[in-house]
């Protein structure tokens, strides 16, 4: 059974960084690509980034661009989201995401104060 655990969500000051990961189990994940979505409070869950299968090709949406970097380790089966110059508008329960089988985690919050 496919399993994905986040973890490395937090509280942080405006500025400040976390790394998100997400650890899969259950199956072999490098044939998929993967994702971070975030769903803020009152709002739709959104895209964040997306990384292939062999890592060699990221997608940002714009409000991360430039802020956050996605990339995966397949000997771990694990996703990472290294986030920087956090703002309070990035507070969210952040999820990741196996794309073509539609997984998805139970979520990491991350709360960013002013």
């Known amino acids: 059974q496919v399993q994905l655990a986040e973890s490395g969500g937090g509280s942080v000051q405006a500025g400040g960084s976390l790394t998100l990961s997400c650890a899969a189990s259950?199956?072999?994940?490098?044939?998929?690509?993967l994702g971070w979505f975030r769903q803020a409070p009152g709002k739709d869950r959104e895209f964040v980034a997306l990384?292939?299968?062999?890592?060699?090709?990221?997608y940002y949406a714009a409000p991360g661009r430039g802020r956050f970097a996605i990339s995966r380790d397949n000997g771990k089966n694990t996703v990472y989201l290294q986030m920087d110059s956090l703002k309070p508008e990035d507070t969210a329960v952040y999820y990741c995401?196996?794309?073509?089988?539609?997984?998805w985690g139970k979520g990491a919050l991350v709360t960013v104060s002013s």
């Open positions: 990384i292939s299968g062999n890592g060699e090709n990221n």
């Open positions: 995401y196996v794309c073509g089988i539609d997984y």
């Open positions: 259950g199956r072999t994940f490098s044939r998929y690509a």
